[in-house]
């Protein structure tokens, strides 16, 4: 495949009608003979932009002028502009080749640290053009072939051999829908390459998923290498399977195990189909509903041992937890410190698992050292395997689906590796989409050495640049504005240091009470905008504006959130996230506040959303703000949605038995109304915040029913504004009024 990769000059002589005119202008039409696409720059101003743009590159020839550089020995802005461009190249593309192009100076002219990352020194009419060109090509195209991992390098090479396929699946390369007028349309979309790349596990030459062999090994063990683990597998179904294949590997029927009560519902699921006994450590929340840390003390073995002793489900009190799994980073952005845990529970626990999906990119930025579960620069458990599981997708440049497992071993022990892809068999298909290992593959040698560093860096630069926006708009605002949750002070510039996100009990901006010192950090990255309206004490205003309204405006405007709240909404910077990106966000949000100060109509402001709810077409969008405050204000839902999640939970039934019941239609489905007592058989899980409340085999208590009352209510009084409930069943009466039941375990 041809790719798109000019060789970039900059060179303010480039259209001069001189000597060295005509010289860098042959040599750039040698380049173009040789098939090369070439870029010219004439302003060495323009630099630092250049350079920001590296990534796009083959190869860079910056043109010299003998009267801009100094005696050699000395240095001048020319120097200083050189080395800047340099050092910008370099931190996201180590390898692109540079040429330095010249009349008479020398590379004695240039700093050593600048001629050592340098790929030659071309002097103008010593050598023909064509000659140069051909040496500046061939390293071009090095560079260019060296730049794929090896799944990649492989997948592309063999998508380009033209070979026909008589293996599944059934299109044959897209060949298929060339015979259909949507299969035309389908086939223009995603394109050629896609489809020709979209082949079976017959291909011998692409490696094994499910074996780990070939180019797909190679690949996992680069990879590893690159996240600093022992192994890892990629995995093409998400990071809720990887979790199940870890569990799958670590736990049988009967099992304790220990659970972060903020997992994901693929660890719920996880117990279910593995038949563990679950203990919980639950978690502190604020009123703004975001999920805070667990408590330090919680993760001693003398509180998980009492937490055993108290479930009427574990028979042997003296059983020792097979796993732990923690949820690292929490959804809203709180890190634990993991090596406190490994220290407190190594040989406690069989397996430590920490859940990173949305922390993939921590061991890429000394910014959270001590933050993630595998640092080759930190030492091992002596007995815990040490398992992190990585949803490639989120945070990092994998497509939908892309998902990875890293494995570390303990001094003493060692992952059984065929044990292990028993496990890795039962939950992967046998025929995994090659584009998203491909893209597991390119995701983590997007990370290698400093390129990784950088783009941590830059989500991290944009994420505090952003918050510092947002507060310099409220100075100009004297009624209100949106906050962005986090710290009070942040630094002037730059990203600050850990200890400036760090959560200390002394603080007052994160509502979590008494955390232990140096044991939790906000990540910078995730941002949550704080809506007028509800304070962290729980206490509502007069006047509010839920976060739903502002995110359904947003929506209208092209913005799409990560997650709504009561009176807040979460966004994420990722490594793809861009100035112009967030920038927009705060223009959209000013726009928001001044269709809100004038009570703007709503078909005007947000036509679609009026389009499918007409029964707003009369409101103001200050008036429609107020009715849904008002409405959380009558149902104290702050403190109802914190409470209910914190609320003491009672196991009647282990989650497997009482799956085992709605497969064998030993349940009932029961009224919100008469819920309170009964038996869950299934997750049920609000959105937001997408956390289970009840996990299968637990009784409904009271807080529950509240929240499910006020959930069907408000659904009813504000269309467009539900808030989902999965599990819960919607069936509508003769009357064409919609109930709500949850299926329960029959009662005897």
């Not at 098939?35 to 010219?40: D, F, N, P, R």
């Not at 497992?405 to 044990?419: G, H, Q």
């Not at 409340?693 to 659904?715: C, M, S």
């Amino acid at each position: 495949m041809q790719y798109h990769f000019p060789v970039v000059i900059i060179d303010e002589h480039y259209n001069a009608q001189n000597a060295s005119g005509l010289g860098i202008r042959g040599l750039a039409q040698a380049l173009e003979a040789l098939g090369m696409e070439v870029t010219a720059a004439t302003a060495y101003s323009d630099m630092a932009n250049i350079a920001a743009h590296a990534s796009r590159a083959s190869a860079f020839i910056v043109g010299l002028v003998d009267a801009d550089f100094p005696k050699a020995g000395k240095e001048n802005d020319t120097v200083h502009e050189l080395r800047d461009f340099v050092r910008k190249v370099r931190v996201c593309s180590p390898d692109v080749p540079i040429f330095l192009y010249g009349e008479t100076k020398s590379a004695a002219a240039v700093p050593n640290d600048v001629t050592r990352e340098l790929h030659g020194f071309i002097h103008m009419f010593e050598d023909t053009p064509e000659f140069v060109a051909r040496y500046i090509a061939r390293e071009a195209r090095e560079y260019l072939e060296s730049l794929p991992p090896p799944f990649f390098k492989a997948l592309t090479q063999y998508a380009a051999g033209s070979s026909y396929s008589w293996h599944c699946p059934g299109h044959s390369g897209g060949v298929a829908f060339l015979k259909s007028p949507v299969g035309q349309m389908f086939h223009q979309f995603f394109g050629e390459n896609m489809l020709r790349a979209d082949v079976c596990n017959a291909v011998e030459e692409l490696g094994q998923l499910l074996e780990h062999t070939g180019p797909v090994a190679k690949s996992e063990k680069n990879a590893a290498r690159i996240f600093g683990c022992d192994h890892l597998f990629f995995v093409t179904n998400g990071t809720s399977t990887s979790n199940k294949i870890v569990w799958n590997y670590a736990v049988a029927p009967g099992d304790v195990v220990v659970v972060d009560r903020n997992c994901h519902k693929s660890i719920l699921h996880a117990i279910t189909l593995t038949g563990a006994i679950p203990v919980f450590l639950t978690p502190t929340r604020n009123q703004y509903g975001i999920i805070g840390p667990i408590p330090k003390k919680e993760f001693s073995i003398k509180e998980i041992v009492k937490k055993i002793r108290a479930n009427p489900l574990i028979k042997d009190k003296s059983a020792r937890p097979r796993i732990l799994t923690l949820t690292q980073s929490t959804y809203d952005g709180i890190v634990y410190n993991d090596e406190e845990i490994k220290k407190g529970l190594d040989g406690q626990v069989d397996i430590l698992h920490f859940d990173e999906a949305w922390l993939p990119h921590a061991a890429f930025h000394p910014f959270y050292r001590n933050m993630h579960a595998i640092d080759p620069a930190k030492s091992r458990t002596k007995e815990s395997l040490v398992f992190a599981t990585h949803s490639t997708h989120k945070l990092l440049a994998g497509i939908s689906q892309a998902s990875q497992i890293c494995a570390e071993n303990s001094e003493t022990r060692k992952l059984d590796l065929a044990s292990f892809n028993e496990s890795f068999l039962m939950h992967t298909s046998t025929s995994p989409q090659y584009a998203i290992i491909a893209s597991c593959d390119v995701a983590a040698s997007m990370m290698e050495g400093r390129a990784g560093h950088a783009l941590v860096d830059e989500s991290l630069q944009e994420a505090l640049d952003f918050r510092r926006a947002m507060r310099e708009v409220a100075r100009d605002y004297k009624d209100w504005w949106f906050d962005v949750w986090g710290p009070k002070k942040l630094p002037r510039t730059g990203i600050g240091t850990q200890k400036d996100w760090m959560l200390d009990a002394g603080d007052t901006w994160h509502g979590f009470g008494d955390v232990a010192p140096g044991f939790n950090m906000l990540d910078p990255i995730k941002a949550t905008v704080v809506t007028p309206g509800l304070n962290l004490d729980g206490h509502f205003a007069k006047t509010g504006i839920p976060a739903a309204v502002v995110t359904k405006y947003l929506s209208e405007h092209g913005i799409i959130v990560e997650k709504t709240g009561l009176y807040s909404f979460f966004i994420m910077f990722t490594i793809g996230i861009t100035k112009s990106r967030w920038n927009t966000m705060v223009t959209e949000l000013q726009q928001f506040k001044d269709a809100y100060d004038v009570n703007a109509p709503l078909w005007r402001v947000m036509p679609k959303f009026i389009a499918a709810f007409p029964m707003y077409e009369n409101k103001g969008l200050k008036d429609l703000c107020q009715a849904v405050h008002e409405a959380y204000h009558a149902a104290d839902v702050a403190r109802l949605t914190t409470d209910m999640y914190i609320s003491e939970m009672h196991p009647a039934m282990t989650p497997t038995d009482a799956y085992a019941c709605l497969v064998h239609k030993k349940t009932e489905r029961v009224k919100i109304d008469e819920l309170e007592g009964r038996i869950s058989a299934v997750l049920l899980t609000p959105y937001p915040p997408g956390i289970p409340l009840l996990v299968p085999g637990e009784r409904v208590n009271h807080r529950i029913v509240q929240y499910l009352k006020f959930a069907r209510d408000f659904t009813a009084k504000f269309p467009g504004f539900e808030t989902d409930v999965h599990g819960l069943v919607k069936e509508k009466d003769t009357d064409d009024i919609t109930e709500y039941f949850l299926d329960c375990v029959r009662e005897k």
